[in-house]
């Protein structure tokens, strides 16, 4: 199971095309090793991103990863901003996934990076550590109506390096079809515990055909993890960038995913390996082979779109039975960031401050990367959004009282934690090693990663 979009992360999108075959491990160990050489490149190189033409129109590159729709959506956006800033033009560079990361290093440590990027929170402080990103904070660029948490989470000891472009929540989603046809009751998300979510699922699976399951396996992504650590006093990090949490912590929440696979609650190893590689619209909850899946909010209009049904989004199981004790927290599901070797920083603020606050901007992207973060320009979007759009921002208001604070933002290196989490869930599941001993193997991997 693809738990919050390994394929990509997190923050996770719908409509991502399906990954390339090359190895995630070395994809962003690529990444993370290629920024490394940002800091070398920004010192030995002069000049920037940005040109200038003869007339003074200013041309600005502008990145982003995403799907054609994303691409569609965001062109629009770019022709009402030029519309009004006839003398800033936009020239767009986007892709998948797959290529983004490795594409951006060797751009910026070549000096050659686009003026405007759209930054993930894996890599936000590895780029902003390196100098590599311009603190927007120093320009004109309006932050009032953002969500605090997800503002917060873009901001460093090196400033305001990244703008939320959307807002999501860590979520399970539930198939109702695959709960009617078993003759099992959906769960009540404000009261349900982990051990509800186990026997619910487990019966679910033995109510249904062979080949479906209650639930999808989580842990292949850190975020499920943060939410199980949040939840027991713990974190996913640090503020100093440092781990948050010890072996035992780790292996407890393996021990329970073991727990359940042996009860048939969530699918076999091997399945949950094939399960992983499948695209988003082959997913188990997509194609009916699972009631319950861990998902990011934003995912869910693909999802429905993909099972040709109504989904319905619910919050994750706490250990006490309340939801004000789900440690949930709003996630900036990417953000508008800057190069800090841009010739034009006024005009990229100025392109920036319109994707955040401006009508058009949001009348222009929608929903397509998550929650709007502005709250006027929500409001203003709320009659274009699709049903499920409308379903997603509910959810999201619905929770605010709920919510823990804000997690530390990952640090240097935390692109490789995602795939060290995946490589030791599988190790777990087909009884290579205890839930312990993963735990301290994969606390030593992690440590290293991040303080490397």
């Known amino acids: 199971m693809q738990l919050f979009s390994t394929r990509p992360a997190p923050e996770a999108e719908p409509g991502r095309p399906k990954a390339s075959k090359t190895p995630r491990r070395l994809r962003k160990g690529g990444a993370v090793a290629a ?12 000049g920037g991103s940005g040109a200038q033409s003869a007339d003074g129109t200013v041309e600005l590159r502008f990145s982003w990863w995403g799907s054609d729709k994303r691409a569609q959506v965001t062109q629009e956006a770019i022709k009402a901003f030029e519309a009004e800033n006839p003398n800033i033009k936009i020239k767009p560079e986007y892709g998948d996934w797959s290529g983004y990361w490795d594409k951006l290093a060797t751009q910026v440590a070549a000096n050659d990076a686009p003026d405007i990027i759209q930054m993930d929170e894996k890599y936000i402080t590895e780029y902003s550590s390196r ?12 932050t009032s109506k953002l969500d605090e948490a997800t ?11 990244g703008v939320p472009a959307g807002i999501n929540a860590a979520t399970i989603l539930a198939n109702p079809a695959v709960f009617k046809a078993a003759g099992v009751a959906l769960p009540d998300d404000a009261t349900w515990t982990w051990e509800d979510f186990e026997r619910i699922s487990a019966e679910v699976t033995a109510k249904s055909p062979k080949g479906t399951y209650g639930a999808a396996a989580y842990g292949t992504d850190e975020a499920s993890l943060g939410v199980w650590l949040r939840q027991n006093g713990k974190s996913l990090y640090t503020d100093d960038g440092k781990l948050g949490f010890e072996p035992a912590d780790i292996a407890a929440w393996w021990a329970f995913l073991k727990q359940m696979s042996e009860g048939k609650a969530v699918p076999s190893a091997s399945e949950v390996v094939e399960a992983e590689a499948a695209p988003l619209d082959q997913s188990g909850l997509a194609t009916g082979k699972n ?36 440690q949930l927290w709003y996630k900036a599901s990417q953000f508008w960031s800057a190069s800090a070797r841009t010739k034009h920083p006024e005009e990229v603020a100025k392109f920036i401050n319109f994707l955040a606050n401006d009508d058009k901007a949001g009348q222009a992207l929608l929903a ?5 973060p502005n709250t006027d320009v929500r409001k203003a979007i709320s009659a274009k959004l699709t049903p499920a759009d409308v379903k997603v921002v509910k959810f999201i208001d619905q929770i605010k009282n709920e ?42 991997e992690m440590s290293s990663a991040i303080s490397s």
């Open 35 to 46: 920024a490394a050489a940002v800091v070398l490149a920004l010192s030995a190189c002069g």
């Open 291 to 326: 009631g319950l899946a861990f998902w990011w909010s934003n995912q869910l209009p693909a999802l429905e779109k993909a099972a040709g049904s109504e989904l319905k989004i619910l919050r994750f199981p706490t250990k006490t039975g309340s939801a004000a004790d789900a």
């Open 131 to 142: 100098g590599a990103l311009l603190d927007l904070s120093k320009y004109d660029i309006d």
């Open 368 to 372: 397509d990367r998550g929650v709007y």
């Open 403 to 444: 919510l823990g604070e804000a997690p530390a933002p990952p640090p240097k290196g935390a692109g490789a934690i995602q795939e060290i989490i995946k490589r030791y869930t599988s190790e777990v599941l087909f009884n290579r090693l205890s839930p312990d001993e993963a735990g301290k193997k994969a606390v030593d």
């Open 151 to 161: 503002l917060k989470a873009g901001q460093s000891d090196d400033g305001l390096t």
